[in-house]
Structure formats: C-alpha cells, structure tokens
C-alpha cells in the first residue's frame, strides 16, 4: 500500500512538473510592455503611487488634471516642459484608448480633486489598439467621463483629437483624416451641448488635412514646436472653463 501510494504521488509530480515549468517560464514575459493588458488592462497601478502621495489641492489653487494617451504622456519629455509652475497634472498612459480613461477616471482624476480635467483621447480608438471601436462607443466614454465630472464638480475641457500625416511613415492607414476629422466634429459638437470647452489643437496644428511636418516627431506623436504651440491654447480653454459657473 506504502509502494502504491509513493508511486501515485511521484506519477503526479512528473505530470504537474511541466506544467509548473511553463509558467515559471512564462512569467517574465507577462511583465513585458506587450503583455502588461493581460495584467493591468486600464493601467490602474500607472500613478498610484503618485496619486497616494499627493495632498489635497491648497486652498485657491487651480488645480488641473491632463487625461490622455501617449501624446499628453509624452508632454515634458523634451525640452518643451510641462506648464512649470502650474499645479497641472499629468496623467498619460501611451497607447490607451477612451474605456480604459473611463475604468480610471475616478482614481487618476476625481480622486485628485482637480478644478479642471482636460480630455485628450480618440486616436486610439480609431486606430482600434484595444479592439474595433465605433463613434458612437467612443461618444459614450466621452459623455461618461463628462458626466461623472460635473457630478463631482470638474468642469471639462474636451480636445480635439490631433492631426496626422504620412510625412515619415504611414500613419493615415492606422488614423484615417476623415475619421478624425469626424469624430473632431462629434467632440467639438458635444463640448458646446454639455457645457463643456472645446479645445482646437487640431486646426493649429494641421496644414489643410495633414499635420504640419515641422510640428511631430513622426506624423502622428508632437515634437518640441508641436507641444509649444498646444499650450497657450490648453492655457486659454483651462482659463475660460474656470470662468464657467
């Protein structure tokens, strides 16, 4: 009976063994870029850390959350910083599509107790990195997320989404112009219904269709003079949804 049992449990090891092995060996990979959805989907732990640690804004002082994808995550890399001196938030995450600003909208922008939240989201979307996405789905994450800030008292500005162009690689297939110029219609059409302040990066940063060359990094992400231009216009919005009741 002894001899019989030592033998089901070393018949067991052996089977469960490789098994075992393969997750091991599996793990790493999980912690790649690549496969961080598969762990993280909405990016959650992104800036929790930074979030636990923030205090409350001082009183009088106009604080402002930046929501987006890698072109707000991107502003302050270079040499065009961030609004210095400006209690501006940036809270970016590269790659994110509108449902996945939704899922963390109350922990990266209500929990944060900003006077503004600023909007800048879609082309992703349309270039469908999380799954295919219609307008009407992403005009329903726009809204929710609007919703949910005003019923915490954040007044919204809501960007545009910004120009592309084929000047260094092919960026039209992923984004198509029309598309954007379409959904830029949606948002500034919704902006105005709701209350909200539409943001125009678009037309500052785009010659007819196409984004100025001398304005991205590759035809789709800003460089330096790129950022130096949505800024003053980011400022303006912010300014005029502080003067909203």
Not at 8 to 37: F, G, H, K
Not at 53 to 71: C, Q, T
Not at 79 to 99: C, D, M
Not at 111 to 119: D, G, N, S, T
Request: hydrophobic share 45%.
């Amino acid at each position: 009976m002894l001899f019989s049992r030592r033998n089901s449990a070393r018949e067991w090891a052996s089977s469960i063994l490789p098994a075992l092995l393969v997750i091991a060996l599996a793990l790493p990979a999980l912690a790649q870029p690549s496969n961080r959805l598969l762990i993280d989907w909405a990016g959650l732990t992104h800036y929790g850390s930074d979030n636990a640690e923030l205090r409350n804004p001082k009183p009088g002082e106009d604080r402002v959350v930046f929501l987006g994808d890698e072109i707000t995550e991107r502003w302050g890399v270079g040499s065009a910083a961030f609004f210095p001196g400006r209690a501006y938030l940036n809270r970016g995450i590269a790659h994110q599509t509108t449902p996945q600003l939704l899922v963390r909208f109350r922990q990266d922008v209500i929990a944060l107790k900003p006077k503004v939240v600023v909007i800048l989201a879609g082309a992703n979307d349309l270039a469908s990195l999380t799954g295919p996405s219609t307008e009407g789905m992403m005009a329903e994450n726009f809204m929710s997320m609007t919703e949910l800030a005003k019923l915490h008292g954040i007044r919204v500005v809501l960007a545009s989404v910004t120009p592309v162009c084929d000047c260094f690689t092919n960026q039209t297939k992923l984004r198509p112009q029309g598309k954007i110029i379409g959904l830029n219609g949606w948002i500034k059409d919704y902006a105005a219904s709701s209350g909200s302040v539409y943001l125009n990066y678009y037309s500052a940063l785009a010659d007819g269709r196409n984004f100025k060359k001398e304005l991205t990094v590759d035809g789709f992400l800003p460089n330096d003079a790129g950022y130096s231009v949505m800024a003053p216009l980011a400022e303006k919005a912010i300014a005029e949804a502080l003067g909203k009741p």
